[in-house]
């Protein structure tokens, strides 16, 4: 064989070559988030910014999210191939047909709550009886309350300010227990109590959700994603917050350093992250539950929000892409 035809053979061959792992581009993956990029996030952005998506073959698209993200729906019609959302909702999402999963943990506890002046008369759930709360109205903690405590209040719309918050002492209102307690603080407020979900039992928690369709097609991509991701969230706990804080500082210039310390800060002293259960620590993080989704599950059917039987903690989650513990 003459020396062109012996390149163009080889020209051939390597085209239909199958591509080395070392070769192989990365996996592209979109992530919806829930909120504008704040400390929440702080997993996501420090696996970006350190490397540890790519070190795990990933090319990973964060999106921010805000008042209209609308996650859910975001993953389910494939726009997105992962998100984050509360398993409340969730829950109720797939029991109307959504086909979504939960596959692994944000928050150990979702961070919502109520928060409450320093000052207030109110000290205990009991003595929301009779009060107006500042909050959205299909919030299912709120139904939770009203049955577990025997207590009737009224509703005021939120509107994702701290306002009317601040120019009643007595004011009550729906928040979340990293961020809005700085905003009161720094408009000039005291720092604000907070009557939180997980002391009133109402264990729900902040997830990664994708579609069910892309996880029976992509479950060696999920796993990578939860290795990098945990080890993102690992490192930003315990160690320098910087590079997902000038990253998050990017894609939200709202951000300060001075707000994102004090979130992370929340963050790690109320172990949402790690967990405050029995065993809880670095090695919880990402993990669930599924007695917990039962318990939740049988909360939500209780308060009739969802319909009895039509979901189960296997049925809702899978445990099949987190890291063996």
């Known amino acids: 064989m003459t020396p062109l035809p012996r390149l163009i053979a080889l020209a051939a061959l390597l085209a239909t070559a199958p591509v080395s792992g070392a070769e192989k581009p990365p996996f592209k993956l979109t992530v919806q988030l829930d909120w504008v990029a704040e400390p929440e996030h702080g997993g996501f952005y420090q696996a970006a910014t350190r490397g540890f998506f790519r070190d795990e073959g990933l090319d990973v698209n964060l999106i921010p999210g805000g008042p209209g993200a609308h996650v859910m729906p975001s993953i389910a019609t494939g726009r997105a191939d992962i998100g984050?959302?509360?398993?409340?909702?969730?829950?109720?999402?797939?029991?109307?047909?959504?086909?979504?999963?939960?596959?692994?943990?944000?928050?150990?506890?979702?961070?919502s709550g109520i928060l409450v002046h320093a000052d207030s008369s109110v000290r205990?759930?009991?003595?929301?009886?009779?009060?107006?709360?500042?909050?959205?109205?299909?919030?299912?903690?709120?139904?939770?309350?009203?049955?577990?405590?025997?207590?009737?209040?009224?509703?005021?719309?939120?509107?994702?300010?701290?306002?009317?918050?601040?120019?009643?002492?007595?004011?009550?209102?729906?928040?979340?227990?990293?961020?809005?307690?700085?905003?009161?603080?720094?408009?000039?407020?005291?720092?604000?109590?907070?009557?939180?979900?997980?002391?009133?039992?109402?264990?729900?928690?902040?997830?990664?959700?994708?579609?069910?369709?892309?996880?029976?097609?992509?479950?060696?991509?999920?796993?990578?994603?939860?290795?990098?991701?945990?080890?993102?969230?690992?490192?930003?706990?315990?160690g320098d917050p910087a590079p997902a804080h000038a990253a998050m500082k990017a894609a939200n210039p709202n951000n300060t350093d001075e707000f994102m310390a004090f979130s992370r800060q929340r963050i790690i002293?109320?172990?949402?992250?790690?967990?405050?259960?029995?065993?809880?620590?670095?090695?919880?993080?990402?993990?669930?539950?599924?007695?917990?989704?039962?318990?939740?599950?049988?909360?939500?059917?209780?308060?009739?929000?969802?319909?009895?039987?039509?979901?189960?903690?296997a049925t809702a989650t899978t445990l099949d892409f987190l890291p063996r513990p």
């Open 84 to 111: 984050q959302a509360d398993s409340t909702n969730t829950l109720l999402q797939q029991a109307q047909g959504l086909p979504l999963v939960q596959f692994a943990a944000v928050f150990q506890d979702d961070p």
């Open 124 to 238: 205990r759930f009991e003595d929301l009886d009779g009060k107006t709360i500042i909050a959205r109205p299909e919030w299912a903690f709120l139904k939770f309350l009203e049955r577990k405590f025997e207590v009737k209040f009224a509703i005021a719309p939120q509107n994702f300010s701290v306002a009317a918050f601040l120019g009643n002492r007595e004011a009550l209102q729906q928040g979340y227990f990293i961020a809005e307690p700085y905003h009161i603080v720094k408009a000039g407020g005291k720092m604000p109590r907070f009557l939180s979900t997980w002391d009133a039992g109402f264990r729900a928690y902040a997830v990664l959700v994708t579609n069910r369709t892309f996880a029976r097609r992509h479950p060696e991509e999920l796993r990578a994603f939860l290795r990098a991701y945990i080890r993102g969230w690992r490192d930003y706990l315990e």
């Open 269 to 313: 002293d109320e172990n949402l992250v790690t967990g405050r259960d029995p065993g809880g620590g670095p090695d919880r993080i990402g993990r669930l539950d599924p007695a917990r989704f039962a318990t939740q599950i049988a909360q939500l059917e209780q308060l009739g929000i969802l319909a009895a039987g039509k979901i189960t903690p």
